[in-house]
């Protein structure tokens, strides 16, 4: 039922019912725009003496037939520096959500009344009042009329014991899930509707994540307060159903986008793995290691929207590489590009032809140097530069999500309210 009444807003609005939406990586609430995007939103971290040193939502031009192609052609700030991190649009594709790992508040910025400009509409102050002590927002995740929020630590010792939360679109708080006692870590978390599964992965809590990274690592006894497990959940029922062992901090995850192929796939940013994650013929869930990425911090993956790559960032070295997993049960590299010092997040386009990357991780990991957006296109099989963005007069890249002039205000008026799924559904 709830495809069924997507797919009628989608096509309302004249896109692809496709599953995978956005840049590969989003969730499949989201309608999907196929062909070229015109803008990349960067949240960006404030560094204190650069502008007004204030976080801030960055738009570049992506549109190579524009004359500010590779430029940025806005900036929205926000009072203050939080940790900008990760950000997620709400299944309308109206509103797009941003946290701060430091003081956990959530900003909204509307982005469908113009593409190009968002603009700050709303501040979520109570995210650790309103969930009992969650802290660290960090990936958002859109459901039908929700938002669902994996948090990365706790108000009561910043460790990694921690929760999900959830949100309606007008900011609501909902209900707060908390992670069973023998996986407490929290990361990404991601979704396969026609399986009704859920993923999250596993990272560390505050203590560690807001410590300078020089000194984190020499400190052995905090170096073991690391996540090492992907838990499996009942999606419809959010609860867990299996915890599965990935020693090493497994960060993201990528669920494969075709129809049938039961599996999704993580890197391990302390063991430097990729790992396939895969469903059973007894229904049940295992791992695999497929790839030795080295000892170089994978910290961020893209998936090709025919399941046929898996990108990886790496941090340590600034270097992307590229596997082909037409078979997922082996990962072949098959491209590497140094992109520069920090190489840190990477996103696909939606129709798998461009790639963008930035570099920076953490203000307190982060290195001296210089902070981008990078944008590579597939070319004659090989992956071609095409722009650099200079980030340095605005702060330090992080989080991209693309978008579409097509999501303007004559999108908003295309679809009904009616005609959107309802997240009681999703939540039965």
């Known amino acids: 039922m709830i495809s069924r009444i997507l797919l009628v807003a989608v096509l309302a609005l004249g896109l692809s019912g496709s599953a995978a939406a956005d840049e590969t990586c989003q969730s499949p609430f989201l309608p999907k725009v196929t062909g070229q995007e015109d803008y990349v939103y960067v949240w960006t971290l404030g560094i204190k003496g650069v502008g007004d040193g204030n976080d801030s939502m960055v738009t570049v031009d992506a549109n190579p037939k524009s004359p500010f192609y590779g430029k940025i052609i806005n900036r929205a700030p926000v009072p203050g520096r939080h940790e900008a991190h990760h950000a997620g649009f709400t299944d309308d594709r109206r509103y797009l959500w941003a946290g701060g790992l430091d003081t956990s ?104 994540y807001m410590r300078p990274f020089g000194e984190l690592t020499k400190d052995a006894e905090a170096m073991k307060n690391f996540g090492g497990s992907v838990v ?37 940013a302390l063991t430097g793995k990729l790992v396939l994650i895969y469903q059973q013929e007894d229904g049940t869930w295992t791992t695999k290691d497929i790839a030795e990425i080295g000892a170089n911090l994978p910290v961020d993956i893209s998936i090709a929207p025919d399941d046929s790559k898996i990108y990886v960032n790496s941090f340590g070295d600034g270097t992307l590489r590229v596997y082909d997993v037409t078979n997922p049960m082996e990962g072949k590299l098959i491209e590497q590009v140094k992109l520069g010092e920090m190489a840190n997040m990477v996103s696909s386009s939606w129709d798998g032809k461009r790639l963008y990357a930035t570099n920076s991780l953490l203000s307190q990991w982060d290195k001296p140097g210089d902070y981008w957006l990078k944008a590579y296109a597939w070319e004659n099989g090989k992956l071609v530069a095409k722009f650099t963005t200079d980030f340095n ?19 908003a008026r295309a679809v009904p309210a009616g005609q959107r799924a309802s997240a009681n559904v999703a939540s039965r």
């Open 393 to 411: 007069p605005v702060g330090r890249a992080h989080i991209m999500n693309l978008n579409s002039k097509a999501f303007g205000p004559r999108a």
């Open 105 to 208: 508040q959530i900003f909204v910025f509307d982005v469908g009344s113009d593409p190009a400009k968002p603009k700050l509409v709303k501040t979520i102050a109570t995210f650790v009042k309103d969930t009992g002590g969650l802290v660290g927002p960090h990936t958002f995740y859109a459901l039908p009329g929700r938002m669902l929020i994996s948090a990365l630590s706790n108000a009561q010792d910043g460790s990694g014991r921690t929760g999900l939360a959830e949100y309606s679109n007008d900011g609501k708080f909902i209900r707060a899930i908390w992670m069973p006692k023998e996986a407490p870590y929290l990361y990404d978390v991601r979704v396969n509707v026609n399986l009704n599964r859920m993923l999250t992965s596993s990272f560390t809590g505050k203590k560690n």
């Open 232 to 268: 499996v959940w009942d999606f419809h029922a959010r609860k867990p159903l299996q915890v599965l062992s990935v020693p090493g901090a497994p960060l993201e995850l990528r669920w494969a986008l075709l129809p049938n192929h039961n599996y999704a796939f993580t890197a391990t």
